[in-house]
């Protein structure tokens, strides 16, 4: 068996890392993760590699090409080369990630009251108050942050005031903030509320020039609200950063394709049977959501195998 195929198939016999987000969850919860870290760490090996096994052969057919002046085929192995590099750069950025170190999930929880900034840079996560009650302080509370269920009190530069711009010192973590998502999870009067009180719109976004997502508090109506929101990583399959490569008529090039494609095939067809086992698991528990969740990560997988099939 050729040695590529044979790692990407094993790798997932491999022991799953056990990651649990510092509150308390299921057992069914924590074995999607497990299920979901060693899908990314496994087709990540495997990717990286068949990249680079193959890129000293792209590189010499490429001088090959140049030798009998076939200068569009050397340009496209010349951009296949690099891409199969980037992809390369990108599993190592997010290794993190896959291995447990960088928390998939942010679960955030606080006492907003005016207008509030949540940063998340490569180093931590930080307030940046502007100009109203700090978060958590209102009406002389001084109600800690929640982090994964987990309390962090904020060090205000200016801690003795409770009101006016001022910006909390960093709860240092390792995080990747240009491939974080944002989603709303509730507001209300109480922490722990799970419906979303009629507010002015929270909103997350990444800013390119600073390297820094962020969430946005408006909470222009009076009084004070607990507000839950959550980050979270692009979807680990995802986290391969998945290529295209231009076609290319030569033996090297065929024979990278033929790998590629049947070790993805066969992993995803493990990961696939994993997930449909948990999706049992979910119905009982009558977790609808999870349930959906997993009809779309088989759904996405089921069409990737068609597509590699056909070619």
Known sequence: MHPIRHSLICACLLVFHFQVLGQLRSRTEIEYDK?????????????????????????????????????????????????????????RKTENIRNGRIPL??????????????????????????????????LGRDEPTYINGKPWQPNWDEGQKERGHDISATNRM????????????????????????SRSPTSGHYDVKDDVFIVSIPDNEGSSRWYRFKLFYIDLIDLSSEIKLPEILSEEFQSYSETRSEGILKLNQLYISSLEKLKISYIKEENLERVEDIAKLVGRLQKENEELISK
């Open 35 to 91: 299920v979901r870290l060693a899908y990314s760490r496994n087709r990540a090996r495997g990717v990286e590699a068949i990249n680079k096994r193959y890129i000293p052969q792209f590189e010499e057919a490429q001088k090959r090409a140049l030798q009998k002046q076939n200068i569009e085929q050397a340009r496209k192995f010349e951009a296949a080369i690099k891409d199969l590099q980037g992809e390369i750069d990108f599993i």
């Open 105 to 138: 999930t942010l679960e955030v929880e606080s006492l907003n009251d005016g207008s509030d900034e949540f940063h998340v840079t490569k180093h931590g996560i930080k307030w940046v108050n502007l100009g109203a009650a700090k978060a958590g302080r209102h």
């Open 174 to 197: 390792e995080m990747i903030p240009e491939l974080l998502r944002y989603e709303l999870l509730a507001i209300g009067n109480h922490r722990g509320s799970t419906d979303i009180e």
